[in-house]
């Protein structure tokens, strides 16, 4: 059984966390590097830590990884070795997974919330690239090149021991299909696919969303199917566009609708977080199952949306 499934069974609704790098910019870090998070894998791996522990805590029933900007390359181009990249990433997972365990010592499994999944953060090409593309999802790449771009990390983050992989961000059916050929490799293996969307029914490059729900609606390692980082306008319509074309879970989590300026590393400031809380609620009606927050969330969002969902 797959590791959604396993909740879903006992729950009516899996609760993700938010934001990785807003916490850790909120703790001092400077992330204006096109490593992003993952250099603070590097330079600073406890506040990593702290970042899981306060989802944890705020109730959240999954960790993402601090692994969607970290891959080999990256790494490589950065001055480390490739011996040192392999371990960053296989770290991303470890640290995910002390974090879980050591909280779930503490609170003692708690029968009113599942013990949380830690998913392995597997971002797009864009995100390697650093230029913003994964909301553009203009790549001049094929198929199969994103396929090898994908496959080693995968496999890494698969061998640390992550419980299932969450494929995010994804801006066009071609990279999905990309990483669907690499999930055949490991059976047994689960991911969620989120995409990031341009409007209320195309993901990043123009793809519809509906079309991109049908074609891995016929793929049994996918877990879930949903969006990420995008706007919160958006999201609801979205639901209905992926319902209409699969039975699979469908997952949101999207960013608070600001606009990601990759040149300057900012994010414009337009929405506030009340936006995500008040949105949660219609978005499970609507057909979503799992649900969390993306860019500039924090712990406190997750905390409003496990309030109202454990009720």
Known sequence: MNPIEHILNDFPVMITDGAMATELESYGCNLKDRLWSAKVLIEDPELIRKVHTAYFKAGADCAITASYQATIDG?????????????????????????????????????????????????????????????????QVSEDELVEFHRERIGILIEAGADILACETIPCLLEAKAITRVLKEFPGVYAWISFSAKDESHVSNGDTISDCAQWLDGVEQVAAIGVNCSSPNYIESLIQEIKGKTSKPIIVYPNLGEEY???????????????????????????????????????????????????
């Open 261 to 311: 300026d990759a040149t300057s590393k900012k994010w414009s400031k337009s929405f506030t977080q009340e936006v995500l809380i008040s949105n949660a609620q219609r978005w499970y009606e609507a057909g979503a199952k799992i649900i969390g927050g993306c860019c500039r969330t924090n712990p406190k969002d997750i905390e409003e949306i496990v309030d109202w969902a454990r009720k």
């Open 75 to 139: 790494y490589l181009d950065s001055g480390l070795s490739r011996e040192e990249a392999i371990a960053l990433i296989k770290r991303s997972v470890q640290i995910a997974v002390e974090s879980r365990d050591e909280f779930w010592s503490e609170i003692n499994q708690s029968p009113k919330r599942p013990k949380p999944l830690v998913a392995a953060s597997v971002g797009p090409y864009g995100a390697f690239l650093a230029d913003g593309s994964e909301y553009r999802g203009d790549y």
